[in-house]
Every structure is written in C-alpha cells, then in structure tokens.
C-alpha cells in the first residue's frame, strides 16, 4: 500500500482536552492504529513531544472549548486541511466535589459550559460535514458518574447526565444519516481527575459526613485508581470496530457494577411503585 493509500484509509480524529488523561491515551492509541488527530487543546505547546514522536500525522490547535470562535475555527481549519472529520471525542472536563448547597451558580454554571455546552457545540459543529458524507462517529466521553450520582458529586454528574441524555436523543436522529454516536461511561482511572483536575467546593461542616469521605477518598486514590486509560484506549478503538456499534461503552469494572447496580435499583424503584403508578389512568 502506497503512502497515499494508507493517508486516503486513515480517520481523522478531533480530540478535545487532548494533552492528558483520556485524551492523551485516545490520541496516542489513533495514532499508533495509523490515524491521524487534531488535538484540542488550550495550549498547543504541551502537545509537542507527541508530535515529534508522530510527525506529520498529529497537529494541535487552540482550542478552549468553552470559546465558541476558536471551536468554530478549529472544525473549519481541520476539514479545510483534512478534508473530514472522521472522529469526534468530547473529551474535556475536569472533576468537581462538593455536595449541591457547597457548589456556588458560577462553579456548577462553570462545570456545565466545559462538560456539556462545550461538547454539544462542537457535536452541532461537526454534524454538517458528517452528514454531507453521511458517515462519521461522535464519541461523548461521560462517566459512570452519568447514569448514577451519590454525595459529592451532584454538579459533576448533572453535568454528564446531561449530555449522556442528549446524545441518547442525538443517537436515533443520526442513525440513518449514517452518523454514530458512543457514549463512554469511564469509572475510576489515573488519569489527573482525582488530582490537578479536581475542583473542591467550599465546605460546610454539616456536610463532611456525607461529603467529606468523598473528598477525602477522591484526593486519596489519586494515581492508585485500578483502571488504566491505556487500555480503555485500546478498548475504544475495538468498540469502533464492531460491526455493530453499541450506544454506551462502560470502562472498568467499578463502572460495570455500579451502572448494573443502579438499573437495579430503578427496577426495584419500579415494581414497588408499580400498582400506584398504573392507577393513575384516566378513566374514560
């Protein structure tokens, strides 16, 4: 296969919050599958060494993706150049702890333009072009934190419920454009989320039974999660090779067990209220 060939076959890839974590591992996993990435990123320089280990094939672009001109410019600018977007992965975010009185308007207003404005900005962006080839995937890289929430993390999960539920919706308007739609349900990795990423919320005493376990235990596992964001690359990159592509894809066995736990839960929510809820017919 020529070098025109293998460049012709290749998917580009958009990636946001691309220079750590999730990021990093799903660009370097694109890479070394024979893709090519466009790194979003707030600044372009720390992306330097992955690009000189794959010249050529990775770019980096400024790209805070709650700035509406540079997210327009970066999807302009890479189909001017690539020809397609092939891949997006909404990928930037950042931890939040505090329980809801503990988290301020601007903090959960904060939380909400990176994790879930950003995101369908860039998912509205990109779906023309998908659409004009009818092909393309949209990866939305949520948390298990998006089907479930417990004390302390109330702003982070509304944050990925929210888009978990907008892409349930945007997934059956775009099956038959040919377009596709994964939503990544990640549990704890080493990834900077339980460190440099996390963001604490002012505490209120009443709280620390409650929250305080919660901030204590996120701070604590920093670099000690069980999952490694290498191999949730790898199964990534798997996933999208189904001939099938599921809807939600649940990396590392904490977020197996807790999403199972919580269908549980809503079943069982379900058949106690079952003969209230059904009595509520109108009667004709």
Not at 194 to 199: C, K, R, T, V
Not at 265 to 282: F, H, I, M, Y
């Amino acid at each position: 296969m020529t070098n025109n060939q293998e460049a012709a076959q290749a998917r580009r890839w958009l990636i946001t919050g691309a220079n750590s974590g999730f990021g990093s591992a799903f660009a370097r996993a694109a890479l070394a599958a024979g893709d090519i990435v466009i790194a979003g990123v707030r600044r372009p320089e720390t992306m330097a060494a992955l690009i000189a280990e794959f010249p050529g094939r990775i770019t980096a672009v400024q790209l805070d993706v709650t700035n509406a001109e540079q997210c327009a410019q970066a999807v302009k600018n890479t189909v001017e150049e690539h020809g397609q977007i092939d891949v997006l992965v909404n990928n930037a975010g950042y931890g939040v702890v505090g329980a809801i009185e503990e988290t301020s308007e601007e903090e959960l207003r904060g939380a909400m333009e990176v994790m879930f404005f950003g995101a369908m900005r860039l998912t509205r962006l990109v779906l023309p072009h998908m659409r004009a080839r009818r092909s393309g995937t949209i990866v939305q890289v949520t948390s298990m934190g998006g089907m479930l929430s417990f004390p302390g993390v109330g702003a982070y999960s509304a944050t990925k419920g929210a888009l978990e539920l907008a892409s349930e919706a945007l997934a059956g308007e775009v099956a038959p454009l040919g377009i596709n739609v994964l939503i990544v349900e990640p549990g704890a990795f080493r990834t900077e989320f339980a460190g440099p990423s996390l963001q604490s919320a002012n505490v209120i005493e009443d709280y620390e039974p409650t929250v305080g376990a919660v901030r204590a235990a996120l701070s604590g596992s920093h670099g000690q999660q069980p999952g490694d964001p290498a191999k949730a690359a790898a199964a990534l990159l798997a996933t999208l090779e189904l001939p099938e592509l599921p809807l939600r894809l649940a990396l590392g066995e904490d977020a197996v067990t807790a999403i199972r736990g919580k269908l549980a839960a809503v079943g069982a929510d379900l058949d106690a209220t079952a003969e209230l809820s059904l009595s509520t017919a109108a009667d004709n």
